[in-house]
C-alpha cells in the first residue's frame, strides 16, 4: 500500500492520464473495504482532484462520444459494467448502521473518469506547446506555489502544532494530546503549554447510561466485526477490540456498532477542549421516542497530572477528580435543553469542576479543533496507544 501510495503522486507528475487511471484503481479497493472502514469519503474526496491532472478535453469527448453512439455494442457493454460496478458498490454501502453514500457517488464517477485517462488529450496544439504556453504565465506559477505552501502547511505544519481530526492522522493511530508517538516529529505542540481549560488531559472513567457519550467516545465498533476477524486480531496480539472516533465525527454516533455485550466500557482521554465540546453535545443530543422527557447523565472523570506521560499515565494519572451531573429537558417545542448541571469535586484541586462547569469552546475555535478521543481498555496494560480510527 506504501509503495503504491508513493507511486501514484510520482505518476501524476510524470504521466498524470496514467497516474489518474493508477489513482481511481487505487481507491476501488479503497471503497470495498467492508464496515466499519467506511474511508469511502476520503476517496471521492481524492476523486474531484484527478480533474486537475486530465487533459481539458478528455473527459468531453468521452462523454460526448458516448451521447452519439448511445446503443453501440461498446457503450452497452460499458453500461453494463458500469452497472455492475454501481450495484457491487451499493452492496459494499449497506449495512445495518448506516448507508455510505460516498461508495455509490465514487462508483458512479468512476467509469468516465478511467475512460478519460485512458482516452488522454484531444487538443490540437503539441503537448510541449501547452506546457510553453501554462508555464509562461506567472499568475499560474503563483497559484501553483500558494498551493504546495498551503499543502505543506496543512499536511505538516498543522499536525505538528494544532490538528488531530485529519487527512494526515489516517491510519496513523498518532498521539495529539499527552505527548507523541511520531517518529519523527513531535504533535499537538500548541496545546502542551496552553491554557489548563484547554489543554490539561481529561480522562473519561465511567459514564451512565454509558450510550449518551459512549457513540462518540471511544466509540468502539467491535460488534460490527465478525468472531473471526475478532479471532484474527487476537491470534496476532490485538485485543479484539477496535475503536473508531473518526466515523462517529464524519458520519454520525448512528454508525457506531458498539462493544460486545460481555466487554467493559473503556475508558478514553482527550484535551480538555475536546471534553468541553462532548459535554455540549449531551444537551444537544436528540431524546428517544417514549423516553421520559427529562434524562439525567452521570459522568465521572480526571484532570491527568501534567500534560505529557505514557499510556500508564493516561490509565492511572489523577491531578483532579470530579463527578459530573448533568440533566438534560425536551421542551414542548422539542428543543433539548440544559435543566441542571452539577459538579462534585473528589479530590482537594478544583480544576476538573473548573472545566466541566467553564462554556463551550468558540464555535470557530471548535470547528476547527477536533480532537479525537485515546481509549483506555481496562483490563490490560499497553504500553503503546490502543488501535483506534479506520
Known amino acids: 500500500s506504501v509503495l503504491l501510495e508513493t507511486a501514484i503522486p510520482i505518476a501524476l507528475w510524470a504521466a498524470?492520464?496514467?497516474g489518474a487511471g493508477l489513482a481511481l484503481l487505487f481507491h476501488v479497493l479503497i471503497i470495498f473495504v467492508p464496515p466499519p472502514n467506511n474511508a469511502a469519503g476520503f476517496s471521492v474526496s481524492?476523486?474531484?482532484?484527478?480533474?486537475?491532472?486530465?487533459?481539458?478535453?478528455?473527459?468531453?469527448?468521452?462523454l460526448r462520444r458516448g451521447a452519439a453512439t448511445l446503443f453501440s455494442p461498446a457503450v452497452l457493454a460499458g453500461t453494463a459494467a458500469s452497472a455492475a460496478i454501481v450495484a457491487a458498490a451499493w452492496k459494499a454501502a449497506t449495512h445495518e448502521y448506516f448507508?455510505?453514500?460516498?461508495?455509490?457517488?465514487?462508483?458512479?464517477?468512476?467509469?468516465?473518469?478511467?475512460?478519460?485517462?485512458?482516452r488522454g488529450g484531444t487538443t490540437s496544439q503539441p503537448r510541449q506547446q501547452q506546457r510553453t504556453?501554462?508555464?509562461?504565465?506567472?499568475?499560474?506559477?503563483?497559484?501553483?506555489?500558494?498551493?504546495?505552501?498551503?499543502?505543506?502547511?496543512?499536511?505538516?505544519?498543522?499536525?505538528?502544532?494544532?490538528?488531530?481530526?485529519?487527512?494526515?492522522?489516517?491510519?496513523?493511530?498518532?498521539?495529539?494530546?499527552?505527548s507523541s508517538n511520531h517518529l519523527l516529529a513531535p504533535t499537538g505542540l500548541a496545546f502542551r503549554h496552553g491554557d489548563p481549560l484547554l489543554a490539561s488531559v481529561v480522562r473519561v472513567d465511567a459514564v451512565e447510561p454509558p450510550a449518551a457519550l459512549s457513540d462518540l467516545a471511544p466509540a468502539e465498533v467491535t460488534?460490527?466485526?465478525?468472531?473471526?476477524?475478532?479471532?484474527?486480531?487476537?491470534?496476532?496480539?490485538?485485543?479484539?477490540?477496535?475503536?473508531?472516533?473518526?466515523?462517529?465525527?464524519?458520519?454520525?454516533?448512528?454508525?457506531?456498532?458498539?462493544?460486545?455485550?460481555?466487554?467493559?466500557?473503556?475508558?478514553?482521554?482527550?484535551?480538555?477542549?475536546e471534553?468541553?465540546?462532548?459535554?455540549?453535545?449531551?444537551?444537544?443530543?436528540?431524546?428517544?421516542p417514549n423516553t421520559t422527557r427529562t434524562t439525567t447523565t452521570v459522568v465521572w472523570f480526571a484532570v491527568l497530572d501534567g500534560v505529557e506521560g505514557d499510556e500508564a499515565w493516561r490509565r492511572e494519572s489523577l491531578a483532579s477528580a470530579a463527578v459530573l451531573v448533568v440533566s438534560t429537558s425536551l421542551g414542548a417545542d422539542n428543543v433539548t435543553t440544559v435543566a441542571e448541571t452539577a459538579c462534585t469535586p473528589t479530590t482537594t484541586s478544583s480544576l476538573a469542576c473548573d472545566i466541566a462547569l467553564a462554556p463551550p469552546p468558540p464555535r470557530g475555535l471548535a470547528k476547527v479543533l477536533a480532537y479525537l478521543a485515546l481509549p483506555i481498555i481496562r483490563d490490560e496494560s499497553w504500553t503503546e496507544v490502543h488501535c483506534y480510527g479506520p
Open 16 to 18: 498524470p492520464n496514467a
Open 46 to 62: 481524492a476523486l474531484r482532484w484527478l480533474f486537475f491532472f486530465l487533459e481539458p478535453d478528455a473527459l468531453r469527448a468521452v
Open 99 to 118: 448507508f455510505d453514500t460516498a461508495v455509490v457517488c465514487y462508483a458512479v464517477a468512476f467509469v468516465p473518469l478511467l475512460c478519460a485517462a485512458a
Open 133 to 178: 504556453r501554462r508555464g509562461s504565465s506567472s499568475s499560474s506559477s503563483c497559484a501553483v506555489i500558494l498551493a504546495v505552501v498551503v499543502a505543506i502547511l496543512y499536511g505538516f505544519a498543522a499536525e505538528v502544532f494544532l490538528f488531530d481530526h485529519m487527512s494526515p492522522n489516517m491510519f496513523s493511530n498518532q498521539r495529539f494530546h499527552g
Open 223 to 273: 460488534a460490527a466485526f465478525p468472531e473471526r476477524v475478532r479471532h484474527l486480531l487476537k491470534a496476532t496480539g490485538h485485543s479484539g477490540r477496535q475503536f473508531h472516533p473518526v466515523l462517529a465525527r464524519v458520519i454520525g454516533p448512528q454508525a457506531v456498532a458498539g462493544k460486545l455485550p460481555d466487554d467493559r466500557d473503556a475508558a478514553f482521554t482527550v484535551p480538555a477542549l
Open 275 to 288: 471534553f468541553r465540546r462532548m459535554l455540549q453535545h449531551l444537551s444537544d443530543a436528540p431524546h428517544q
